[in-house]
């Protein structure tokens, strides 16, 4: 078996390398599974760009120092199967690695609900620890639901939050890298609100303005080059894309105005830099599990993870009308995509999936 490893220190470095931790012999308790399709965005790219913050390395150790693994979202099925009640044949849809196979110790705490126990991943986020069993489906549904159902996961979970938050006050929520799949669901999530006393802003780049626009999700979308037209009114500012000179200048025209400013994505990884005497609100990190923590404990197990299935279903169903999936076969095909997507030359049209 293959896996692809990445440079941590240049993560748009990306090299194909054997994979002994996928074949080795399993130990009571755990499962093998042969990886079938997985999907390659943007999201993924932030995975390596905030892999020591946020701990996204640990996930999947590679054992070679400056090359990690770099987390992905797709569907895999039970080859081997030493865990009582995983039966060799079953499909689950979850957290994987880069790569043609894994190793993991499953434990069943709900009906077609597995969590991997495996040391390593101790103290990690549930939600990525957790795996689901899917049924035979059509090669589309899957690549829709790897491409889709994480990233409007966390764009229906940030409208979630906003609400919750009785939206800071706004009067305008300003989505910055809108062209992005996270943007732009949570722009059509906004969308959604009845009687909502916000307006809802797009900021992308120039060669990516008609695709925000024809999307018909925001009530005005601007180039990044353009902060200064935005209104002086209580204002959110959601980022998606982690770059200091847009945020730099979005704090500084807003300043007081703006009640909160939230950092989500690092899509425009290669013009961060930690925020440093901005003006207004200083930015805060937005996690996606913890938002789901929360409703847990207020709601009870189930009730938001039944919330973000329907909605994210719900955007998908026009996903036709704005997506386009693009299927890549082989992980050989791999490191050149994803150096294409840390270099930003990816459409934002295009879902790009990997079948093995």
Not at 85 to 114: C, D, H, K
């Amino acid at each position: 078996m293959q896996r692809i490893l990445v440079d941590q220190k240049d993560i748009t470095r990306a090299v194909v390398a054997k994979d002994t931790a996928a074949t080795r012999p399993l130990d009571a308790g755990e499962v093998r599974l042969a990886i079938q399709s997985f999907a390659l965005t943007v999201n993924n790219v932030t995975y390596a760009a905030t892999g020591f913050v946020l701990d996204y390395w640990r996930f999947f150790p590679s054992g070679q120092d400056g090359m990690g693994i770099v987390p992905v979202w797709g569907t895999a099925i039970v080859t081997e199967s030493r865990a009582e009640g995983v039966t060799v044949g079953t499909r689950l849809y979850g957290y994987l690695p880069m790569a043609e196979g894994l190793v993991i110790r499953p434990e069943q705490t709900n009906p077609g609900l597995l969590v991997d126990r495996s040391p390593h991943r101790d103290g990690l986020a549930l939600v990525y620890n957790s795996y689901v069993a899917v049924k035979p489906a059509a090669p589309q549904d899957d690549y829709l639901r790897s491409l889709l159902q994480p990233l409007l996961a966390t764009s229906y979970l940030l409208s979630d939050w906003l609400a919750d938050n009785d939206w800071f006050g706004a009067e305008q929520i300003i989505v910055g890298s809108a062209s992005s799949k996270t943007g732009l669901g949570l722009c059509k999530f906004l969308a959604e609100v009845e009687n909502r006393h916000f307006r809802i802003i797009g900021l992308t780049s120039a060669a990516n303005r008609a695709f925000v626009e024809a999307a018909n999700a925001c009530d005005l979308v601007l180039d990044y080059d353009a902060v200064g037209q935005l209104p002086q009114v209580p204002s959110v500012y959601v980022d998606m894309a982690g770059n200091a000179a847009v945020k730099q200048a979005l704090h500084s025209h807003l300043a007081d105005h703006l009640r909160h400013s939230a950092a989500v994505g690092t899509s425009h990884w290669d013009k961060f830099a930690p925020p440093q005497n901005l003006p207004g609100p200083k930015p805060q990190f937005f996690f996606a599990p913890s938002q789901i923590a929360k409703r847990r404990a207020e709601w009870g197990a189930g009730v938001i993870e039944g919330q973000i299935t329907a909605a994210w279903k719900r955007i998908a169903a026009d996903a036709g009308d704005w997506l386009e999936v693009v299927v890549h076969h082989g992980l050989d095909s791999a490191p050149r995509l994803w150096a294409d997507l840390a270099a930003g030359r990816s459409h934002p049209r295009e879902g790009h999936v990997l079948q093995l």
